[in-house]
């Protein structure tokens, strides 16, 4: 059974930072990409990073927080992590991973469709 599972939420005050992990399990994590999203209240679905872990681990990131968040894998824990910096306001949402397929523009347009497995999400919350 494939799994994902996110964690790492959690309340900080704006300029601070969270790391994000996604635990996956039930396939072969180097076969696919993983990507980060989330969503806020009242607000559209947005892809915020993928990794390409078959493909020299590339990374992609949507403009908003290229240069403050950072995505990693461990391949010995299937982990995936994503590294917040100088977090935002704007960036208070429910974090989710989903797994991507590897070939394709999904992952460097960090795009998820109904099909892709994916976990429940981690809370990150803002304060001003």
């Given at each position: ?96 991973c989903a797994r991507l397929p590897r070939f394709g523009s999904r992952c460097p347009t960090i795009t998820i469709e109904d099909s892709d497995p994916r976990?429940q999400g981690t809370l990150v919350t803002v304060s001003s």
């Amino acid at each position: 059974e494939v799994q994902l599972q996110a964690s790492g939420g959690g309340l900080v005050q704006a300029g601070g930072s969270l790391r994000l992990s996604c635990a996956a399990s039930g396939f072969t994590f180097d076969d696919y990409a993983i990507g980060w999203f989330r969503q806020a209240p009242g607000k559209e679905r947005e892809g915020v990073s993928c990794i390409s872990v078959p493909d020299y681990r590339s990374t992609y990131y949507e403009n908003s927080v290229r240069g403050r968040f950072f995505i990693s894998s461990d391949d010995a824990k299937n982990t995936v992590y994503l590294q917040m910096n100088r977090l935002k306001p704007e960036d208070a949402a429910v974090y989710f991973c989903a797994r991507l397929p590897r070939f394709g523009s999904r992952c460097p347009t960090i795009t998820i469709e109904d099909s892709d497995p994916r976990g429940q999400g981690t809370l990150v919350t803002v304060s001003s």
